[in-house]
């Protein structure tokens, strides 16, 4: 089945330590996002790649950085994660461009722990 | 800007009882519509969409229909289960953002 993959899908990281979350999908999809959701709330965009196009909001702090090599493979780089970071990240896919209203499938989800 | 608006939880029903989670949303443009379901500790998996004005999604029981005229997108179900107690994402997108824009969410428990 076509499907999102995240791997970890729980990871701890110890405060100021650099983490890596990885994201594949074999969709064969355009785009792939990043989303922050924390405890009772709803998720949050970082930033998506369009192709090899990439796209920060402009409320995502500097110590997030992403990586897309290839179609497959996305990339959340946490460079010194703080407390306030810990939280489930969403990777998540769409076929077109984000601007043509089209559904995203997403991931099952890591969930960061940051001691 | 674009926004949605669900009704708070959390809601607590019994087994067959009727669903009703209200949506509004507020767009400049034609958005479409969607909503998600959550389960624990998993990610985010599409229930139903819409993608115009009187448009009616359905899934697994679940029914929603696209309301221009009272921007709305309110989610039904007419008999739930125990297997339902998830949260439920309202969501939208549209031509003027980037991201899915979702509401609060609304967590559902379906006690037996």
Known sequence: ?115 | GDSVTQMEGPVTLSEEAFLTINCTYTATGYPSLFWYVQYPGEGLQLLLKATKADDKGSNKGFEATYRKETTSFHLEKGSVQVSDSAVYFCALSDDNNNDMRFGAGTRLTVKP
């Open chain 1, 1 to 115: 089945d076509a499907m999102v993959i995240q791997n970890p899908r729980y990871q701890v990281t110890q405060f100021g330590k650099p983490v890596t979350l990885s994201c594949s999908q074999t969709l064969n999809h355009n785009v792939m996002y990043w989303y922050q959701q924390k405890s009772s709330q709803a998720p949050k965009l970082l930033f998506h790649y369009y192709d090899k196009d990439f796209n920060n909001e402009a409320d995502t702090p500097d110590n997030f950085q992403s990586r897309r090599p290839n179609t497959s493979f996305c990339f959340l780089d946490i460079r010194s994660p703080g407390l306030g970071d810990a939280a489930m990240y969403l990777c998540a896919t769409s076929r077109d461009h984000p601007l043509a209203r089209d559904e995203q499938f997403f991931g099952p989800g890591t969930r960061l722990t940051v001691l």
